[in-house]
């Protein structure tokens, strides 16, 4: 026989279950696999001690002080794998923050195997039946991106906050990007797919070009989408690429924009999560491109250098700056 009830919280109804003696749930209103841990009908009831101590435990957590989690009886349903995720989450402490890579390597050790997946780990984490008591929401992505929370991105954000954590390295990554697109991966299909984006970009920003200046340069596209190091990709819903950046050695090698999506914020997006993600400090822009100095300039970037011929010796002014 299961058992539940409701707490009102600040971040909104957290509904509790019990087995009637250990805690078995705290599932935040709306979440992801919410209830899917108890597979048969609960009945309410608001006097079981465990809730009792529960509630009492989330208003301590909740007026900013730091009750442990040994306070209450937990048995959260889950296989052998999960378990043993779950049991991580109990150590990280609070104000805390661990990532997805290094539950996995914990995992590693512990199974004695040479490696584990993130991914999997993910899976698990996302799983917990015990959401706040078990701070699932204290896990992040290695670069610091905020993802994998089944009660809301923006809960996990109000949770961190509440417990102080600084959020300055952290960011959430953009919806509809596909980010470090393996070389092998890179096909002919999305070789011309990126090709059609550079020149709508072009086209509608180097307006110092001629047509067959731009065809010219057009040329050696291909191969520069094939051998950039980190390729990063906005696309729309139908997977078609909208807008693109092109990263090496923490230099900003490219960054265009459909000419049709301009001002809908995605090179922000892109040269935000490029600078988090690949600590990018440092790009190149054409003298003649107004537009594009000043949008670096916005992002923090400062020109240092001035040479009046491209890199290939052509006559094209370049400004060179660095964040």
Known sequence: MFYKTCYSSPIGIITLASDGKNLV?????GQKYFCATVDEKMLENNSLKVFCDTKNWLDRYFKGEQPQI????????????????????????????????????KI??????????????GGAV?????????????????????????GGIETKIKLL?????????????????????????????????????????????????????????????????KEVEYLT??????????????????????LFVNANERGKGFGTKLIKYGIKKYSINELTVNGQNPDALRFYEKNGFKVYKRTETDEQDNPYPLLYMKL
């Open 25 to 29: 749930g705290v599932w935040l209103e």
């Open 70 to 105: 040994k306070e209450l009886p937990l048995a959260p349903k889950g296989n052998e794998f999960r378990q043993a995720v779950w049991q991580l989450l109990c150590e990280i402490p609070y104000g805390k923050l661990t990532t997805y890579g290094e539950l996995a390597k």
């Open 108 to 121: 590693a050790k512990q199974t004695g195997r040479s490696t584990m997946s993130a991914q999997a780990v």
């Open 126 to 150: 996302g799983h917990n039946p015990i959401s706040i008591i078990i701070p699932c929401h204290r896990v992040v992505g290695t670069n610091g991106s905020l993802t994998g929370y089944a």
């Open 161 to 225: 906050k509440h417990e102080k954590i600084d959020m300055t390295k952290l960011f959430i990554p953009p919806k509809n990007i596909t980010v470090n697109i393996a070389k092998n991966k890179r096909t002919q299909k999305l070789i011309e797919q990126l090709i059609n984006v550079w020149e709508s970009s072009v086209k509608a920003t180097h307006v110092f070009l001629s047509e067959s200046e731009i065809e010219n340069i057009k040329k050696y596209v291909p191969q520069a989408l």
């Open 233 to 254: 990709i906005i696309t729309d819903d139908n997977n078609i690429p909208l807008a693109f950046m092109g990263i090496e050695n923490n230099r900003l090698e490219m």
